[in-house]
């Protein structure tokens, strides 16, 4: 397939594990974002990946979230001891370099990773 | 820093009924674009229609138009002859251009949920 893909599609864990939730971005995209959906919160902006430049980590809630973009493709999002507010569907999109570029200005989403922290 | 604001929680419509959502959002930027996106259950999130801020003329595509005000921050979307298969959450958003013309991250209004039925 060509589309932006995730792992898991689901995830349950215990209070104080840590996961790791992966993105496979379409093949030659150099932007890469991670959203978080939650039912209180919507969705929000958590991290972006652009080339090499050092990522926007604007987003992110708190130090026990982190991201790596190995290569400049696949993405790895870290949540560390995890907390029951962390509970979500963890989005990821990429998109080209610039808006301009033939659909420079659409972000594609993957299908999310629904977290559970029980 | 940017805000969007869907005012609508949940609508619903008859089947080949014309339908429009509300999208308002606040900026000091002048170089931006407006996106409609839609999520089915599946989680999968669809880009309806795009908007860049410096054209005036409304986007459409096939069955769905937007109107943008500019000077009003305004950017609804109009769905006419609504089908079942529209049944699902929009969402409204922003991205800011950064410098150099690449693009920023997504800001996401609360979403409208919307009901098509037969």
């Known amino acids: 397939g060509a589309g932006v893909s995730q792992s898991p599609s689901n995830k349950v864990t215990e209070k104080g594990k840590d996961v790791e939730l992966r993105c496979d971005p379409i093949?030659?995209?150099?932007?890469l974002y991670w959203y978080r959906q939650s039912l209180g919160q919507g969705l929000e902006f958590l991290i972006y990946f652009q080339g090499n430049s050092a990522p926007d980590k604007s987003g992110l809630p708190s130090d026990r979230f982190s991201a790596e973009r190995t290569g400049g493709s696949v993405s790895t999002l870290t949540i560390q001891r995890t907390q029951q507010e962390d509970s979500a569907v963890y989005l990821c999109?990429?998109?080209?370099?610039?808006?301009?570029?033939?659909?420079?200005?659409?972000?594609?989403f993957g299908p999310g990773t629904r977290l559970t922290v029980l | 820093a940017q805000t969007v604001t869907q005012s609508q929680p949940e609508m619903s419509v008859q089947e080949a009924e014309t339908v429009t959502l509300s999208c308002t959002y606040d900026t000091s930027e002048n170089n931006y674009y407006l996106f409609w996106y839609k999520q089915p259950p599946s989680r999968q999130m669809i880009l309806v229609i795009r908007?860049?801020?410096?054209?005036?003329q409304n986007a459409t595509e096939n069955r769905f138009s937007v109107n943008f005000q500019k000077a009003a921050k305004s950017f609804s979307l109009k769905i006419s002859d609504s089908q079942l298969g529209d049944t699902a959450m929009y969402f409204c958003?922003?991205?800011?251009?950064?410098?150099?013309?690449?693009?920023?991250?997504?800001?996401f209004g609360k979403g409208t949920k919307l009901s098509v039925k037969p």
């Open positions: 999109a990429s998109s080209s370099r610039l808006a301009g570029a033939p659909g420079g200005n659409e972000q594609f």
């Open positions: 908007q860049e801020a410096y054209k005036q």
């Open positions: 958003a922003f991205m800011k251009l950064n410098y150099g013309g690449s693009q920023g991250n997504l800001i």
């Open positions: 093949s030659g995209h150099t932007a």
